[in-house]
């Protein structure tokens, strides 16, 4: 069946991973109803927490032809209610290197699971699963319009808790070369940033193909990173020494990237290569174009129940949705003739508990978001 309507439940908070693909499906032709916790121009409605899904599209009209999660964002969204809509469910894991455990409880409740790093694809034993690496946006990779002027550049973290080793590194590139651009940027600059560099640097958080491959790549840098094991599939993706440059220590790490500054035909022969690769087979268009032919010919099988949604919840630390799935478990047992006088107090007990705790969650972040955004308006002044 093509999947023509799709009901899309994520948070939209910049840079979400998720925007681009809302654009990249809607250019594609299809009815998309975005449902989210952060407001956005391509949002519908809002939601904060565990979302009925089937109550909305009931509720609203929308008979959608397949749900689609990607998480990202704030992360205080996800939908329920999944075993009452009649159409394929997925969701896209952007993350499994770092929520691999959450990650293998939230497969369970969907009938097609994207993953974007390829190593982990054997971890995920329920359902359908397929790779669906990172991606590029050309819209935002601005070409170099001058010289390039940055030697070196890597927009990241840097904290020295969580990243020591990336961090060591970034001393040391600051510490040999003059022009480089080493830090935090908006979303909206990042192909400017990349545009003018000459070398993107890597260290990946753990040897996985991120999205700085496809960032740096697209907008025509020469990408030194460090060596990704090829269970990654990046080798399926492009083609080491050719594409990119890898480093396996601070020596070869200095002579790759002394290379490219030393040799500027090479780097031009290089960054034009990789980018004309990133931009016919790794932008957010290829990428939707996949999850739709996914679900095209994918079969809504998946109906979980509070076995399912109870441990996804507590992965999720959604403490209101832990307290109302386990009251539904508790008025399932009821219902099927356990006469445990017990269960007629805590089912409404745990119902209600579960209405006030989610009433102060959905308050709490309301108030976290509005001051988030008044600090976002007092940056942009």
């Known amino acids: 069946m093509d999947v023509k309507r ?26 998309l109803r975005v449902v989210s916790d952060w407001a956005h121009p391509g949002v519908d409605s809002l939601a904060i927490g565990a979302f009925d899904a089937a109550r909305w599209a009931e509720r609203e009209g929308f008979r959608p032809d397949a749900l689609l999660f990607v998480e990202g964002g704030t992360r205080r969204i996800f939908p329920c209610g999944m075993e009452d809509l009649d159409c394929v469910t997925a969701w896209y894991a952007l993350d499994p290197h ?3 455990r959450q990650h293998l409880h939230l497969a369970r409740l969907f009938d097609v699971t994207f993953v974007a790093h390829r190593q982990f694809i054997s971890q995920f034993r329920d359902g359908e699963v397929h790779w669906l690496p990172a991606a590029a946006e050309p819209r935002v990779l601005a070409p170099a319009k001058g010289p390039r002027d940055i030697d ?20 040391l590139i600051r510490s040999r070369y003059r022009n480089t651009f080493i830090g935090r940027a908006d979303a909206s600059r990042i192909g400017e940033i990349y545009g003018r560099a000459k070398v993107v640097f890597n260290h990946s958080v753990r040897s996985e193909v991120n999205i700085r491959y496809f960032e740096a790549m697209g907008a025509g840098a020469v990408f030194v990173t460090d060596r990704a094991p090829r269970e990654t599939g990046v080798e399926q993706l492009f083609t080491p020494g050719e594409d990119f440059l890898e480093y396996h220590d601070d020596a070869s790490m200095l002579s790759a990237i002394d290379s490219v500054l030393g040799d500027e035909h090479k780097r031009d022969r290089m960054g034009s290569r990789a980018q004309r690769n990133v931009l016919a087979n790794h932008t957010y268009r290829n990428r939707a174009e996949k999850i739709l032919k996914t679900l095209s010919a994918a079969e809504h099988r998946v109906r979980p129940g509070p076995a399912e949604y109870l441990p996804a919840y507590h992965e999720l630390r959604y403490p209101e949705a832990v307290m109302l799935e386990a009251s539904r478990s508790l008025a399932g047992m009821k219902a099927q003739g356990d006469r445990n006088p017990a269960l007629a ?11 006030m705790l989610g009433w ?3 308050m709490r972040y309301r108030l976290r978001y509005a001051r988030l955004a008044r600090k976002g308006s007092a940056r942009s002044r």
């Open 345 to 355: 107090l805590l089912v409404p007990v745990l119902s209600g508990l579960a209405r």
């Open 360 to 362: 102060a969650y959905r």
């Open 6 to 31: 799709i009901l899309v439940v994520s948070s939209t908070r910049p840079p979400a991973t998720v925007l681009d693909l809302i654009d990249s499906l809607r250019e594609a032709g299809r009815d």
């Open 98 to 100: 770092l929520h691999l």
């Open 152 to 171: 070196v550049a890597h927009i990241g973290s840097e904290n020295r808790e969580l990243h020591p080793e990336r961090v060591r590194l970034l001393d």
